[in-house]
């Protein structure tokens, strides 16, 4: 399997359709694992409107979950996802570290890794977060994820219905400014 996973990056850097920007180590499906990392982000981070919270990770052996929420601290409603636009944007980021500063320059130059979505969602997110309201459930896909990688969720996107309050983007995409490594196959004993 790393064999044909070394040919096939090989071959596209021969190409010329790897990036030059970013070296990701070759690496083979994750395990199995299980973190519970309690992350809580605000947004903007004085006088929050939305929190966005991560209590679970899941990697199965199908793919993958996630235990996340989102709150309204604002006193508008927030439009979950426009289907015209994009559809919603919940899902994984795989990154080769975990410097946040290199995931603002990424975002801000366009350079994000491409987006793992969720395809499913328990419960079914509502249409508009209301104000003081929250929405707690599990998102998941099927799919590996490389293992010694690392990821961030992303969130979204969220379009304020009126105008957004004092510091806040009128639509808004988050991605975790926390990251988790994935854990790796241990190697085998030679």
Same mark, same amino acid.
């Given at each position: 399997?790393? +064999? ?6 090989? #071959? ?6 790897? #990036? ?5 180590? !070759? ?6 694992? +299980? ?9 903007? &981070? ?5 929190? =966005?919270?991560?209590?679970? =990770? ?7 979950? &996630? ?21 919603? &944007? =919940? ?28 395809? #499913? ?32 969720? #992303? =969130? ?13 983007? !009128? ?7 926390? !990251? ?6 241990? !190697?085998?004993?030679?």
């Amino acid at each position: 399997m790393r +064999t044909l996973l070394l040919l096939v990056l090989a #071959s596209l850097a021969v190409a010329g359709c790897a #990036s030059e920007a970013v070296v990701v180590p !070759a690496t083979v499906k994750a395990p199995p694992q +299980t973190a519970r990392p309690d992350w809580k982000e605000p947004y903007p &981070a004085v006088a929050p409107a939305l929190v =966005f919270g991560v209590t679970r =990770f899941t990697v199965t052996r199908e793919g993958w979950k &996630a235990d996340i929420s989102v709150e309204n601290r604002s006193g508008v409603g927030w439009k979950v996802g426009d289907l015209r636009a994009g559809g919603q &944007a =919940f899902g994984v980021l795989l990154f080769p570290d975990d410097d946040l500063d290199a995931l603002e320059r990424r975002s801000r130059s366009g350079d994000l890794p491409a987006i793992r979505a969720a395809t #499913s969602y328990n419960p079914a997110l509502p249409l508009v977060l209301g104000p003081d309201k929250t929405w707690q459930g599990t998102i998941a896909a099927p799919g590996a994820l490389a293992g010694g990688l690392w990821i961030r969720l #992303s =969130f979204g996107p969220f379009i304020s219905v009126g105008k957004p309050p004092e510091g806040a983007a !009128a639509q808004v995409v988050w991605f975790t400014d926390h !990251a988790l490594r994935l854990e790796q196959v241990a !190697a085998e004993p030679a």
